[in-house]
Each structure stands twice: as structure tokens, then as C-alpha cells.
Nanobody, 123 residues
Framework: QVQLVESGGGLVQAGGSLRLSCAASGLTFSNYAMGWFRQAPGKEREFVSTINWSGGITHYADSIKGRFTISRENAKNTVYLQMNSLKPEDTAVYYC????????????????WGQGTQVTVSS
């Protein structure tokens, strides 16, 4: 079955960096766009970034544009999220997900989800 496993979360001070990874199995990875979403306590899950099957097209939420970079390695079935200049408001559980829609940015357009990895940014 399809499995997505996120890693790389943790506790970091404001201004610091983290790199999240999401390893996929049980699917033809290069057929899917990959997205990152996040959910802070008491808030709805929100779109962070997406990358198409080849890595040639990316989209970012305005709140993280210029600070986060999404990338993928199809040979390793892995998508990454490099997060720089982290802010306390970036604190959330971060999820990766798959979509057949190469420009998907809405939750409903994603079918498989990981369990999430916690990112905590202290001030």
C-alpha cells in the first residue's frame, strides 16, 4: 500500500533552518505531484508548497515564499522542504501528500497523506 513517511522536524530557534524529508513507497512516485501542508494547534490544515512530477514547476504559499524551497529526487522517491529563516508562526505539524493534479494546492486534491512531523520554532 502507499506509505508516506515524513522526517526532519524538531525544535529550532527563530531564524534557524530545518530540512524536512518525505519518503514515499507503494506508488510510482514520478506520476505524482507532491505537496507539503501544515497544521498549527487550533487551526485548519493549510497549503505550504507543491512540486510537479518533474520538479520543474513549484508553488508556494505567500506566507513562506522566499524562505522555503521544495525539491524532489524521483530516484529516491523523496520530496524535501528546506525551511530557512524560520519564525514562531511556522510552528505546526507538517504533512506531505500526493496528487495526480500537477498544480494542486487544495486539500481535496490530495489523496495519500503522511502522518506528519512536528516543527517547533522558539522565539
Amino acid at each position: 500500500q502507499v506509505q508516506l513517511v515524513e522526517s526532519g522536524g524538531g525544535l529550532v530557534q527563530a531564524g534557524g533552518s530545518l530540512r524536512l524529508s518525505c519518503a514515499a513507497s507503494g506508488l510510482t512516485f514520478s506520476n505524482y505531484a507532491m505537496g507539503w501542508f501544515r497544521q498549527a494547534p487550533g487551526k485548519e490544515r493549510e497549503f505550504v508548497s507543491t512540486i510537479n512530477w518533474s520538479g520543474g514547476i513549484t508553488h508556494y504559499a505567500d506566507s513562506i515564499k522566499g524562505r522555503f524551497t521544495i525539491s524532489r529526487e524521483n530516484a529516491k522517491n523523496t520530496v524535501y522542504l528546506q525551511m530557512n529563516s524560520l519564525k514562531p508562526e511556522d510552528t505546526a505539524v507538517y504533512y506531505c501528500a500526493t496528487s495526480r493534479d500537477q498544480t494542486a494546492r487544495r486539500l481535496g486534491e490530495y489523496d495519500y497523506w503522511g502522518q506528519g512531523t512536528q516543527v517547533t520554532v522558539s522565539s
